[in-house]
């Protein structure tokens, strides 16, 4: 069991591939609050398939029908509802899996944990369509925390070998990462964009698929969020961003880098900015022993390619316990990325606004 | 509120550094286990100070004195509470410390988050010596994860830049990580340690430090441990992991490298090798979808260069409200990472028995 | 927060009386499990208004949609989610009461709690009508206890003050529950019905309302379940049973009663029946020291009289900040109690299935 | 797993009665709150044997050791542990225990859940010795609530069938409970302990124990502290107040006595109180729909009678498989109701406390 997430809000995703709705139940809302639904959809649309030539043509209204949790557009202090229902679902397409499973799929394991009684149509609940739902649920937690002044904003660092420079960690701004937003492609440098998209292009052209890499920045939260130990903001938000399909890593500041250098080197100094005090440098990506320094707290995360490739694959027959080759039918992303901006925004959304509600951050906010 | 961990097991880590005792709960383990104190006494001792030139002289005995939990050393079903004591403490050495964070420490955050009540005495709750009863309680579910033939084991991928080869991914066994466990250094080449040493005692002339790769192998899990979403071993297994303090990145399989790579190259075939089902190679690090392939599970974390370090570093003085050098006394190693490797296997073992407990995974034993 | 159950299992209840929908998602549920959806719909049938004279005539369909979790009607190891659309809803009726709280309803406290953003409709969040998925998520957990031959099953006490027997606390059988659930009135003496439904209908009469009193019995439990603590049976199914709304007490074998007795008349002793050790009484109710004896469980949960009466009432009028009358309109059951029979026998199963679940029981039903 | 209790605290609870020691640790606790150990002290007094002629007289210091989460008596924001040596063990009196179970006590169950491997010494980890470090948190959290001025206090309502009256549950105000701690006796009639005390001679002389019912009350919550369904005052409390040993039912305000009376009867009509709401009765015992009312709360817990008695009692012997005659030695309390006045308070303390920490009451107490 573990569909759920939170301490101080417990967001409970429902749902697979193919069932006949995915949705998500949060509570532990705080009532009172205003919800943009619009800016949900939008937000929603970045994730949403078939928006562009390097996502999958399955294309899916996916707008989320709110059950319960609000009157009049208002959190009114009950569980938030949203469901999502299924409506372009071809499970024909699937059917060979029940014996075959997808190499670098959860197929396999899924199939021997639920005695076969896993649902195996489009990856069941281990489905990136799963991010639906996450995805509202941290929308919704993003406006919550922008109350707060705090904003989260991702962007693509690398689609294959092409390459995006960093975030500036020291000075990264509210604006830095609503000017980010607004953009077509989530780029700091946006005309690296065609060369991604001859990446992703030349990949599916091969009946292949590439990764990457998106790096994440936090921005305006106080300082001391975070518990020591196992609730420090490192352990929650990679709890909270393993739960998006197909990550492999993730590094907070100068990440792996500091692997290599000298503490005089990696450690940063403090300086008192008028009465506030930052680091001259921001090699720890805004966290100190679990907890936010004050300056942005930056990670990343990396994509393996999407599993799903037209290849012919080497897999394994279960009915006939012997090796098979595999051909995956049906629409896939030959990369993930593009549309995981949004999931890594809204996966640590979801662990920040857990964190932020922590009984002893009141006087943090003050 | 974090200082605790588990879903199945509750494992509950108290004290400072420089407080009376330090310690730890464990709840919820199954009774009419023999726990070998032998061994848990062997196994902390390789995270004990003092034991070589490259760790810090403070020596501690640090013994834990079992009061509960067990009956002629069987687990009763009860809480095993393990205490130690803090015997050799300076506190003398930190004084200056109240007013001026130390540089890549928690010191500057805790004191915010506290209201400038937290213990900054040797960096209070959030010090290394904590890892003590973190490797007290690892040690505890190694054992009973011996019993169902599961192991865990660790070693030094890199120390500055002097790198050790990696794990064999796909055959690494049981008896490779005895093997390596028995090592005086845990090391996969173990004439490497004379560089690693150089490099340590290097930086400590330089009165500054080193950081470096841990890699950490689990061997012989069934297939399909682990929950889907939020509570995959990738999830359950970096929340545990960044408890460790200096881990600033995590990556599994083949991490962050799969970024760059086409499906093709990164997918793992299945194959029978006799009446079982393995993949040829593991990029996957042992898991898919959040749950354990029944291939060896394979992770990464980097640790940064020990944050204090004898030269002088910029910092702030709270009282005076402006910046000022700061000098750090008292005894610290200039590389946490020999001391690091039982702590990675001890986080990860409480991660990985918590999952193997979940309620449905009875049959994946049977 | 806390319309979420369960360690083993997470119940998460959504929904208000007049939001689009209200129902549930179970996470943790074990795989490869056939649900019985005619079982559950004749387990939910029980609970539906409108079924009697003594009930409220608001008439709903109240099927569930189930729209996750089951593959073919078993269970796929997913979260499973039912959604129960609110139909019959007439929003005018209940106006008036954003102004003046009804007097015994949670009207008031929730208005404070949530700032005046509470849903005021038919108790929105806090209504009775959220047993409806309550009920659905606990005929789940019965059948998944019935597979391991544990049964529960509830009747009515007594009505105002018409008073049927108890349990043979000793004998109770599953046969019995069976032959009870099968009776159109959930009685012990059937005859007694009569009596119950004229105390019932002469409240009603004087636009008034009765409580009473229902008793559940639990057989089939091996001895052990439950936990020490805060984990015992009687903590965790006083806190499942408190969420039946109305109930104000709870008590365990012959519960309050004890308070007056020696311990020679309250000790139940112990002897061999065959291989099998059980009590000759059963005071205990079923339960030592937290812990499942193997005896029935028994124990009996107090109703106040349905809040909601056609009298007029004293209340208070936020707008005008001074005292008021209140006629409540509207259609409510002058007594809750044999609708409530369900509710209790749901909420027990959440309890007992997700204690049955403990990682340390397996060994239990060996 | 259950020895832990808190969703926004977690107190663990740790020892068995004859192992090395007892005790707790509380995570969670906000830093920079004085804790006055003194009053902890006498706090822990009024629950520790020998005091006077009604209790064991087995006498322990019971003086808990903090050995962290304090600096110079202030929570620094680590997990506060507090340690009780176990020194006046004699393990000898339950040798036979082994093969005998006691009736009443957990002896039995524990035996079967533990596989035999569970501590018999003198109950082991259900030992009331374990109510030690429960009334340590407990008085934690009371001194907590004290600075929000919120007061809890308990009194001996009966023993045997000697009754006191009930607190006067409309007007209870902090001055009553603090009066009613500086008694020798928790008693609202004082003169009454005489006979209660017979009772409880007469017992011991006829080798026997009586039980009794105790009844606490908790003033200045404000509006609203609780949360809807499983989370609700009434179910997190009777989770807590279960946890002390021999309690077998609660009831809240009117309890069981409602359930015979109309709606009419049992509502309590709000009014306004120049400018505060308040009802004229108070027969929902300041909870309604799971929330504080602002009146005062009310709760009665049942204690059956001390199941260890020296008379000789029936049991069985494990060994031989049949019959037996048990007669316990040892010293144990006739009457547990005076010692568990304390543990109630503190069982309460720690709910209301856990409950009042949710992250979205901060307006409530604005």
Known sequence: MSSTFGNNIKVSIFGQSHS??????????????????????????????????????????????????????VTCGAPLCAIIENTNVRSGDYEKLKDVPRPAHADFAARIKHGGANDVRGGGHFSARLTAP???????????????NIYIGAHICSIANVKDRLFDSVNLSAADLTRLASRERPLLTPELWQEMEKAVTDARADQDSVGGIIECGIVGLPVGIGEPMFGGMENRISQAIFAVPAVKGIEFGNGFECAALRGSQNND???????????KTNNHGGILGGLSSGMPVIFRAAFKPTPSIAQSQQSVSFSQKQDTELVIQGRHDPCVVLRAVPCVEAAAALAVYDMVLDSNNGNLFA
């Open 20 to 73: 006949e709705a995915i949705g998500v139940v949060i509570d532990g809302l705080p009532a009172n609050h205003k919800i943009d639904l619009a800016e949900i959809g939008a937000f929603m649309a970045r994730r949403a398939p078939g928006q562009n030539s390097v996502s999958t043509p399955r294309k899916e209204p996916d707008i989320p029908r709110i059950v319960s949790g609000l009157v009049d557009g």
């Open 134 to 148: 996450l995805c509202f649920a941290g929308a919704v937690c993003l406006q919550l925390l922008k109350e707060k």
């Open 269 to 279: 100094a403090f300086y008192y900015d008028g009465d506030r005090i930052r680091t």
